[in-house]
């Protein structure tokens, strides 16, 4: 562990960060379109300035689609329209009930 407290925390941060993504993507499929679309999504932004704007937009617009689709088949709410519907009162499923259930059952000790 850094002994610098802000890379402490950070790291801190990035760990929780990683465990609340692969807790909300454990669906193989849906796992595996992020893999595919969040790259799509992000190539997106520079195409905006190198070519055509509208070229830029559908890849943005194709990642994001992808992740959507990742998240219909696991049965949970998309993390970035989370915090609007929060905000509007909507209900919002963080975890697939699937794997909700699962995380909320006590674990056997080992034998």
């Known amino acids: 562990m850094p002994r610098f407290p802000i890379a402490r925390k950070l790291l801190r941060f990035a760990g929780r960060a990683r465990r ?37 937009v559908g890849v943005i617009i194709a990642g994001y689609l992808l992740q959507w689709i990742g998240h219909r088949v696991e049965g949970n709410d998309v993390g970035e329209l989370i915090p609007l ?4 009162g909507l209900p919002v499923v963080a ?11 006590p674990i056997p000790p080992a034998t």
């Open 85 to 88: 519907k929060r905000l509007l």
């Open 20 to 56: 609340n993504w692969l807790t909300r993507h454990q669906n193989t499929f849906n796992f595996w379109i992020h893999m595919l679309g969040i790259p799509l999504a992000f190539a997106g932004i520079p195409l905006l300035f190198i070519a055509d704007w509208e070229w830029g």
């Open 95 to 105: 975890i697939a009930p699937q794997y909700a259930a699962a995380r909320s059952l």
